[in-house]
Structures are given as structure tokens and as C-alpha cells.
């Protein structure tokens, strides 16, 4: 059974860097055919999707275009875990972030989430 | 925005019937899937691949699919069900890789 396990800071002041953790249980980071990702689920509700990165004999990492220039995603294989860090953040940013499993296939589900951390932006 | 269109809510007599409609471009290349959300807890996948469930999700829950359009049904809803459904699947623009619907909030009267 997969576990995803989130940690790290629910406030943070605008300008500064959100920095979030996704530690894994039952599965590698480094996993051959599934990725990782990041999703936000605004105050209104809805789902986006923020970024991805998966291991294929290399590491791969795609970003939303919309927080492309602010956004880095890490795996960590020797905590076998991965990070979230979005820069210069707003409050537009306030949200509950959750990290995920793409199953893979090619069929673009994600099977597993992390418990949610609850985000604020506001000094 | 979102790339996939879902109504906003709809409302079910305990033990009927209700479906739940979602719509886009992507959904005629790429397949659907359902996720079900109860009020500060993380959304639980509950159809997969268009039409396959997860080991654990109660076969009331069905999905299909033509075209534009997937759709959830929940055959002889239980109070339980009573939740958000968001669908999902790969985005048709480069840009755009995931894309979420807006959600439909179901009530089980």
C-alpha cells in the first residue's frame, strides 16, 4: 500500500518561497513508470495542476505554464521523497496543496494523494 | 479555466440513481477519470481508465464515456456518497498536461 506523507510550513509571507515535502512509503521515488506531482485545490475549490517529476533512466520534471517560472519540483531518493518549491508567492497562491501518484500506463490517474496541507500566504 | 465542464451540483432521493456529466475536447483523446471529495479530507479515486474502478470502491459507482463527454453514475446512492466528484484527464493543449473539472457537489437527500 502506497503512503504519501506531507510536511512543512501552512503560513507563508508574500514574496517569500512555499516549500513543501512528500515523503513515499511503499513505492520508490525513483520508480520507473509512475511520476510524482504536485496539485493545489484553490479556496473556491478547484483543482490545478502544478507539476511533475518521474525517473526514466533520468529525471524528468514538467511545470503548469501558468507557475512555470516560479515553480521547482526535487526528488530526493535518499529520503525517498520529493519537494515542492514555488517562489515569489502571493496570496493567490493560499491553498490546500496535495502531492500525488500518476499510476502511469499512460493513462494519466493519480491513485494515491497526501493528506492536504493548508497553505496561507499572508504576512 | 478549466478545459472540462461539470455542473455544479445535483441532488439524489437516497437509494436512486444519479449521473454526473463532464465535458471537454481532451475527453474524445484521452480517458476520464473520478475522484470523490468529502469535506477536508484529500480526493479518493473512484473510476479509472474511463470505466474501471479501484480495489475497495463499491460497484454503485460506474463510469462511460462517447465523445466529448464522460460520465459517473452512482447506482442507488447512499447518504456516504454524499460528496464533491471532480473529473480529470490529460489536457489537449501542450501547456496543459492534467486537467481537472470544476467539480460537482452531490446531495443525497
Known amino acids: 500500500q502506497v503512503q504519501l506523507q506531507q510536511s512543512g510550513p501552512g503560513l507563508v509571507k508574500p514574496s517569500q518561497t512555499l516549500s513543501l515535502t512528500c515523503a513515499i512509503s511503499?513505492?520508490?521515488?525513483?520508480?520507473?513508470?509512475?511520476?510524482w506531482n504536485w496539485i493545489r485545490q484553490s479556496p473556491s475549490g478547484g483543482l490545478v495542476w502544478l507539476g511533475r517529476t518521474y525517473y526514466r533512466s533520468e529525471w524528468y520534471h514538467d511545470y503548469a505554464v501558468s507557475v512555470k517560472s516560479r515553480i521547482t519540483i526535487n526528488p530526493d531518493t535518499s529520503k525517498n521523497q520529493f519537494s515542492l518549491q514555488l517562489n515569489s508567492v502571493t496570496p493567490e497562491d493560499t491553498g490546500v496543496y496535495y502531492c500525488a501518484r500518476d499510476a502511469g500506463g499512460g493513462l494519466y490517474y493519480f491513485d494515491y494523494w497526501g493528506q492536504g496541507t493548508l497553505v496561507t500566504v499572508s504576512s | 479555466s478549466s478545459e472540462l465542464t461539470q455542473d455544479p451540483a445535483v441532488s439524489v432521493a437516497l437509494g436512486q440513481t444519479v449521473g454526473i456529466t463532464c465535458q471537454g475536447d481532451s475527453l474524445r483523446d484521452y480517458h476520464a477519470s473520478w475522484y470523490q471529495q468529502k469535506p477536508g479530507l484529500a480526493p479518493v479515486l473512484v473510476i479509472y481508465?474511463?470505466?474501471k474502478r479501484p480495489s475497495g470502491i463499491p460497484d454503485r459507482f460506474s463510469g462511460s464515456s462517447s465523445g466529448n463527454t464522460a460520465s459517473l453514475t452512482i447506482t442507488g446512492a447512499q447518504a456516504e456518497d454524499e460528496a464533491d466528484y471532480y473529473c480529470h484527464s490529460r489536457g489537449s493543449k501542450i501547456d496543459h498536461l492534467y486537467v481537472f473539472g470544476s467539480g460537482t457537489k452531490v446531495t443525497v437527500l
Open positions: 481508465d474511463k470505466t
Open positions: 511503499g513505492d520508490s521515488v525513483s520508480s520507473n513508470n509512475v511520476a
